[in-house]
């Protein structure tokens, strides 16, 4: 147990320090656009403990569910499909790097002449931007399965939907996790921006809601826990990834051991 | 059980052209255990790759039971040197043993009767649920080994099996391959580049030439049906045969051009 606590105190020591230091300086702020920690704090409870949970936050957090599983079903699909064959891969790269180099933002006023301002615009940006990670890893990592393994698979007559489920997938699969932990990021920016331009709620809409009406404390309490929020999905995200690959996880810690 | 007919392999690409395998002409016949040995570079695992259906010849043939072979054929199974490569890190060891059985459609209880006869064949019998990572190569490559009988192939190929295991590791491995062979009535075409193996292990050996590669000389091994480590390899036939098969070997570097490097 206090390796458990000792490695949690290792990991908030950091933080809590630039809270503290924060807190510190901050504390005789006259600056309006800087209001002292303390004041951002308070705030944070008056606004996001309450109401404005269900009806800002968890919208928000909906949106970028759906478009970071849409990402990752149809870049994970296509990556695959694109990374076993190497014609497809030489047909799709160059234009899979064009589309790819186009930020999402740029887009969006053509998304909303296509899928208007509600939430399937969000959700499309938010797909948008969070597949190409996903792709570009899930097609390397595919491309790179060890010719020893396919070697065998084929020498055991395993195909198809076997090969894909046995072989393809379980061994592309940390590198497709890499390319999921990038779209992440991604998915958390795209899902504030897609509620700058045309929305009637959400989590980024309330930020600059606050930032355009001169609620400077209440704005600084959302940027915080977009902080929070970002945080947490990582952790999640990560408990979630050692569970997936716990074979390539231990096969590293056996391969250092040696 | 496997005739090889001809065999010939021109590796072509980048402005060069390489006939790795020239003509190589041989049988295995049912419940044999042969091996084929050369000197290095000189084609033993293009060969193998030939009689595996994972690579076409040029010209010539496999035929394994009267149908030739294109493409992985359904009875035979192969282990390859790289052993900790070969094992799927993401399932356990019984469930890398099983996989093969799954494609053969096989009951569930049938096929864990199966992987527990293998993984007890081959000594591993508690290590069903540990994972490949988990185990020492001399396992590993027991692991691959299980997986193949499990599978009850009509051929069991090996690819310079025990090439990257340590010496004691090796020499029982020897042991459990004979062990298996007449436990299991099995054909064996086994690869390597040991000659004191080669011997130890054969009914007959099969001496290969330097690149471009052609069948020197293919040798019966009048040793005892019972052999062990100790006792056959001090016997005086061991020997002779052993030496034999190294001065052909030895003529058959002598003979080659500059090394190509291919295998």
């Known amino acids: ?258 | 059980m496997l005739e090889v007919e001809h065999l010939r392999k021109i590796y072509d690409g980048h402005g060069r052209s390489v006939e790795a395998l020239r003509d190589l002409t041989f049988r295995v016949g049912a419940g044999e255990l042969v091996c084929l040995v050369g000197p290095s570079g000189c084609g033993k695992t293009t060969l193998l790759k030939c009689v595996s259906g994972l690579l076409a010849p040029t010209s010539g043939r496999v035929v394994l039971e009267g149908m030739p072979v294109s493409g992985a054929p359904a009875n035979m199974a192969v282990v390859l040197q790289e052993y900790g490569r070969s094992l799927f890190p993401w399932m356990s060891v019984s469930a890398n043993v099983e996989l093969p059985l799954k494609q053969k459609k096989l009951p569930r209880a049938r096929r864990r009767e199966m992987v527990g006869r293998a993984l007890d064949a081959v000594g591993l019998a508690d290590a069903g649920a540990a994972y490949p990572w988990q185990l020492s190569g001399g396992m590993q490559q027991r692991v691959a080994i299980a997986r193949a009988i499990a599978y009850e192939p009509h051929i069991l190929l090996m690819d310079e099996p025990f090439a990257a295991v340590d010496a004691q590791t090796r020499a029982e491995l020897e042991d459990l391959v004979r062990r298996i062979w007449a436990g299991f009535a099995m054909t064996i075409l086994f690869v390597t580049h040991d000659i004191d193996e080669a011997v130890y292990l054969g009914q007959r050996v099969v001496i290969l030439s330097s690149s471009p590669t052609v069948v020197q000389e293919d040798l019966a091994v009048d040793l005892p049906a019972e052999r062990d480590q100790l006792t056959t390899r001090a016997q005086p036939r061991f020997t002779e045969l052993r030496g034999h098969v190294y001065e052909q070997i030895q003529k058959a570097k002598a003979a080659a051009p500059p090394s190509s490097g291919v295998s």
């Open chain 1, 1 to 258: 147990m206090s390796a458990v606590l000792r490695r949690l105190a290792a990991t908030m020591a950091l933080p809590a320090l630039l809270v503290v230091a924060w807190w510190w300086t901050s504390d005789a702020s006259t600056n309006f656009y800087l209001p002292p920690l303390r004041q951002i704090l308070a705030a944070f409870a008056d606004v996001w403990i309450g109401d404005r949970f269900a009806t800002d936050v968890l919208p928000s957090l909906a949106r970028l569910a759906a478009g970071y599983l849409i990402a990752a079903v149809v870049a994970i699909s296509a990556g695959v499909v694109i990374g076993q064959s190497r014609v497809v891969r030489g047909i799709a790269e160059p234009g899979l790097e064009f589309l790819r180099a186009i930020p999402p933002p740029v887009l969006i006023p053509i998304l909303i002449l296509f899928a208007g301002i509600g939430d399937q615009m969000k959700i499309i940006v938010i797909a948008v931007g969070a597949v190409w990670p996903i792709l570009l890893n899930t097609v390397e990592g595919v491309r790179a399965v060890d010719q020893v393994l396919i070697d065998t698979a084929r020498s055991y007559r395993i195909s198809g939907l076997s090969r894909l489920r046995h072989l393809t997938l379980p061994a592309a699969g940390p590198q497709i996790f890499a390319g999921l932990r990038q779209a992440l990021s991604i998915a958390i920016i795209l899902m504030v921006i897609s509620e700058m331009f045309a929305a009637r709620e959400g989590l980024g809409f309330a930020i600059i809601q606050f930032q355009r009406t001169f609620a400077i404390p209440e704005m600084w309490s959302g940027t915080i826990l977009l902080g929070l929020l970002g945080f947490v999905l990582a952790t999640l995200f990560r408990m979630v990834e050692r569970r997936v690959l716990f074979w390539y996880f231990g096969q590293r810690a056996a391969a250092r051991d040696h």
